[in-house]
């Protein structure tokens, strides 16, 4: 069974360029998470979908931060004009249930914004 | 509000000795404690789950027992090996009356010398 794939692994930016991240669940599951994780911290959810219905964005900054998942499988995240503060792993996780099933961790994306 | 305590942020150990990395957690709601494991340009993989106060939970020579009184899930093993050494993450899930939310804590980093 194929992991969670991701894509770009890495990323170089200057501050006020915008970056798109990929991610591809496991199939069969409906519910797909974006964390960030910044060096030598514990990952912080930004977003999550069922299918894709967002359930919880709370923790997304919204004036810089979106994500999509249309068709309840492959989702995005997008940063619009990156801060040097978005510098972290973006890291995303697919489950067949919620917050309290296992989660299944993508290789993540290394973001530097210069 | 919910979080989630891990104090040692390094832990270095020699081969075959036990070690215990601590995690306490603060919530009004029923929790889920998770372990993750994240070795060095790994993604996080899920080492532990539990919900069930007092009770013993083991995979791959680890074990953790949720302490509802004392709201500890801290994390075992009775001889590190080499391969043990990683970043771990305890996290915290449950079902507050506006949803579910996680909270990760700041991670353990275990260094396991020869």
């Known amino acids: 069974e194929a992991g969670v794939t991701q894509s770009p692994r890495y990323a170089v930016l200057q501050e006020g360029q915008a970056v798109s991240f990929w991610c591809d669940p496991i199939?069969?599951?409906?519910?797909l998470y974006w964390y960030q994780q910044p060096r030598d911290q514990g990952p912080q959810l930004l977003v999550y979908?069922?299918?894709?219905?967002?359930?919880?964005n709370s923790q997304l900054p919204s004036d810089r931060f979106s994500a999509v998942r249309p068709k309840g499988t492959n989702s995005t995240l997008k940063i619009q004009s990156a801060k040097q503060g978005d510098t972290a792993t973006y890291l995303c996780?697919?489950?067949?249930?919620?917050?309290?099933?296992?989660?299944?961790f993508g290789p993540g994306t290394r973001l530097l914004v210069l | 509000g919910d979080s989630v305590t891990q104090t040692e942020g390094l832990v270095t150990l020699t081969k075959g000795l036990p070690v215990m990395l601590n995690c306490t957690y603060q919530?009004?709601?029923?929790?889920?404690l998770f372990w993750y494991v994240q070795h060095l340009n790994e993604a996080p993989k899920l080492l532990l789950k539990?919900?069930?106060?007092?009770k013993r939970t083991e995979h791959q020579g680890f074990y953790a027992t949720l302490h509802k009184s004392s709201s500890s899930f801290h994390l075992q093993k009775s001889s590190v090996q080499l391969s043990d050494s990683a970043l771990y993450f305890c996290?915290?899930?449950?079902?507050?009356?506006?949803?579910?939310?996680?909270?990760f804590g700041t991670g353990t980093k275990l260094q396991v010398v020869p």
């Open positions: 996780a697919s489950s067949t249930g919620d917050l309290q099933d296992t989660q299944y």
């Open positions: 199939s069969g599951h409906d519910t």
């Open positions: 979908f069922r299918d894709e219905a967002v359930i919880d």
């Open positions: 919530t009004t709601y029923s929790p889920f």
């Open positions: 539990s919900s069930t106060d007092n």
């Open positions: 996290a915290l899930s449950g079902l507050a009356n506006s949803g579910t939310y996680q909270r």
